[in-house]
């Protein structure tokens, strides 16, 4: 595919409460053993994106060790190129740290790129989409922009805060605006684009001639006038993980295995980067249901509708209902934990119960021990 | 990391034909083992973690898959500069037709034109089918401190047990004297582990000479070994503490298996000092469903539980369907289990479908059911 992918960055609306402290949201977690950046890296790899360039807003250092040299989501040692890029000058401040700033950072990378075409998407949106099919639709309806958007059905408590895409009939952008909520079904955009790298180049110049505060979806707004921006639908399982509660819920949907597989299509494999973790051990007296399980694990309690994440230990006695363990976390004896979102190598071990909702899930931070 | 001096040859031709249809189309160094590995990852982690860098692996009966998964040196981190996994197959020469290996010593000896242009001071020499962790620097130390020509693995085995192996008889300094091949009478309770150190100079010569000789076997312990000794060369026995297991048989197979299951297994897989790698299989986390019993299991990636697994090893991507049973059994990756089949006591093959309804093996039978066709009992 001859197309440079750029992987972008949520704005600042996006928060994944507490465990965005630690790692920007790309880098978190997600089913056991991804990280949520796996997703839209494999479907770019998969469609044949072999030149990747990932903006990182904040905490390289996370993404910096996950991704590596990309070879693990089959990027070609020799003729692919996985670049992590960032802006030294704007981690510092939180308005100015947008996507603009980080790609007039970077803009030699992006104007030496041999690619004539660019796609650009963000990772905290989780979906399969073959950017082929964007391209081809693309390139036939002669748009200068194609943008991605999906029909939410829930979009009163999820896609909160994401652009609502305003369409005629001929699929063209009339408009975007924020999402609060109002009514059940919207139009959501992605924020995944298509269009010439030339026209990427001048709208990125463009939004920051006009104001410094502005974001790349800011620039495309403001053009749905002058530009012919088309709508692409994406079909499928599509959540954005842009809040505690939506991470939460979205992890809670994919336990059932007929709802994970339309997110896990065959021959569309999500790559990540993986430790050479043993098996899971599920002991004498465990008892595990509705789960999904990593490697490395160690279980010797009761486990019901939860995500155990590689090199989790889950001792005798403990009880864990509707929780995330992420990778390390451990559970000690006869703990009790409902509705709770435990952060990498946190034990808990001496409170003995924990207690949250779907709402508001109690998050238990990084290497806490209580 | 510079390695050390010394290459390891890892003898990976054999069939393993009481292993049956689990080497009807693989070499056993490549069968599966506690769900996502294989027999051979264990020889080859060993090397890795014992910072050995060039690896020869000797391949012969049923190679095509097993040479493409050692080439992939990088799954053992192999990939260095310096070193790398080579693949060493028999060989069609200018003064000679193809002729496949005759011994364990003739698989090296056809290959030292490779060993002479790596010029290594020490070889190891590995079998590609056990089950243990070893550590081959610290033997390696130890063939330097004794100043052997030789380094012999052994383990302490019980005198009724010895009858079944290689044993070497030596003195009170563990100086080997004197080699026996199965006694009946066994003098010494400890076995040869196949796995020798050479210092390469001397194996050389002695390899050159056996080649000619046409008396001999060409087998490390009935030909090499027994000339090291009739010429007084120093032989010495390292003695090895920990699980090793030959997995010849289906038997052997499902025990190691099982092994795996025991509190505070002796074999620690979990062990992040010394880790078994394999490939990286592409595939989804756990599924255990809402039905799903798995009770003391050891269970691996992309597996679909919704049925029961009781006391048995669950391989990659394999699928125990609603109602099914697992019961002391080792499900070899990719096998489908399908609803209401029960299976116990046995190894269900690589990517064999249990259909519906069927039932394999019994709690109470003596061997270990291996199912690897259709037929149901």
């Given amino acids: 595919m001859r197309a440079l992918g750029i992987i972008s960055f949520e704005d600042n609306t996006a928060n994944i409460e507490g465990l965005c402290d630690h790692r920007p949201v790309p880098a978190i977690a997600f089913m056991g053993r991804y990280r949520i950046i796996d997703f839209i890296l494999s479907n770019m790899t998969n469609s044949g994106i072999s030149n990747v360039q990932v903006y990182c807003k904040e905490k390289p250092r996370n993404l910096i060790e996950h991704l590596g040299d990309g070879k693990h989501y089959n990027i070609n040692s020799k003729r692919g190129k996985l670049r992590l890029l960032y802006g030294e000058k704007s981690f510092s401040s939180d308005v100015y740290n947008h996507d603009i700033a980080n790609y007039m950072l970077n803009m030699q990378y992006i104007e030496e790129d041999p690619n004539p075409y660019v796609v650009v998407a963000p990772s905290y949106f989780v979906y399969t989409i073959d950017f082929n099919d964007v391209l081809a639709q693309h390139i036939e309806s002669k748009a200068d922009v194609t943008m991605c958007y999906y029909n939410a059905k829930d979009a009163k408590t999820s896609f909160l805060g994401c652009d609502v895409v305003k369409l005629d009939k001929f699929k063209t952008v009339k408009g975007l605006e924020k999402n609060r909520g109002k009514l059940k079904s919207q139009t959501v955009s992605l924020e995944a684009y298509v269009m010439t790298k030339k026209l990427f180049i001048e709208l990125v110049k463009k939004a920051a001639d006009t104001s410094s505060l502005y974001w790349f979806k800011d620039v495309l707004a403001d053009s749905v006038d002058e530009l012919n921006i088309k709508g692409y639908q994406v079909k499928g399982y599509v959540a954005c993980l842009n809040s505690l509660p939506e991470y939460f819920r979205v992890s809670m949907d994919l336990i059932d295995h007929n709802t994970a597989l339309q997110l896990f299509k065959s021959g569309w494999p999500v790559y990540t980067q993986t430790n050479d973790s043993c098996p899971t051990t599920f002991a004498e007296g465990s008892k595990v249901s509705s789960c999904v399980v990593a490697n490395g694990a160690t279980i010797d309690g009761t486990v019901e509708h939860s995500i155990v994440s590689r090199g989790v230990t889950i001792r005798k006695g403990a009880v864990v209902k509707n929780c995330i363990l992420l990778p390390g976390a451990y559970i000690g004896e006869n703990a009790k934990l409902d509705h709770v979102v435990v952060d990498k190598y946190a034990i808990v071990h001496h409170i003995k119960k924990l207690e949250g909702t779907d709402a508001e899930p109690v998050y238990v931070a990084r290497r806490d021990r209580i | ?377």
């Fill in chain 2, 1 to 377: 990391m510079r390695a050390n001096s010394m290459v390891a040859m890892i003898l990976a031709g054999g069939r393993g034909s009481r292993l049956y249809d689990l080497t009807k189309k693989v070499a056993k160094p490549a069968v599966h083992f506690g769900g996502k590995y294989r027999i051979i990852d264990f020889p080859l982690s060993n090397c890795a973690n014992s910072n050995i860098q060039t690896v020869g692996v000797l391949t012969q009966y049923e190679s095509v898959l097993l040479n493409s998964y050692v080439a992939r040196d990088h799954y053992w981190g192999l990939d260095t500069n310096d070193g790398g996994v080579y693949v060493l197959t028999p060989r069609e020469r200018d003064t000679a037709n193809l002729e496949v290996y005759r011994g364990t010593a003739d698989a090296i000896t056809a290959n030292i034109d490779f060993l002479d242009n790596i010029d290594p001071e020490y070889i190891l020499v590995l079998s590609g089918d056990h089950i243990y962790k070893m550590n081959y620097d610290k033997m390696l130390k130890y063939h330097k401190e004794r100043n052997a020509d030789a380094t012999i693995a052994v383990r302490e085995v019980s005198l009724k047990e010895a009858t079944r192996f290689g044993i070497m008889n030596t003195n009170k300094d563990d100086m080997i004297i004197e080699f026996e091949e199965k006694p009946a009478h066994p003098k010494s309770n400890l076995a040869s582990m196949g796995i020798y150190i050479f210092t390469y100079k001397t194996l050389r010569k002695y390899l050159v000479a056996d080649a000619k000789n046409p008396d001999s076997h060409h087998d490390f312990g009935n030909d090499i070994i027994p000339t090291y000794l009739k010429d007084k060369k120093r032989l010495t026995a390292y003695r090895f503490r920990g699980y090793w297991k030959d997995v010849g048989t289906v038997d052997s197979l499902w025990e190691a298996n099982m092994d795996l299951l025991q509190d505070k297994a002796e074999l620690d897989l979990g062990d992040a000092t010394w880790k078994i790698y394999t490939e990286d299989v592409n595939a989804l986390p756990q599924f255990i469903g809402a039905d799903a019993k798995v009770e003391h299991c050891y269970v691996t990636q992309g597996s679909v539980i919704d049925g029961t697994a009781i006391n048995s090893v669950i391989g990659t991507n394999v699928v125990i369907e609603k109602g099914a049973k697992v019961i002391d059994s080792v499900i070899q990756p990719g096998a489908v289990i399908r609803e209401g089949a029960t299976v116990t006591r046995c190894i269900v093959a690589d990517d064999i479908e249990v259909p519906a309804g069927a039932t394999f093996g019994s709690k109470n039978s003596k061997e270990i059911k291996l199912v690897a066709g259709q037929e149901s009992e």
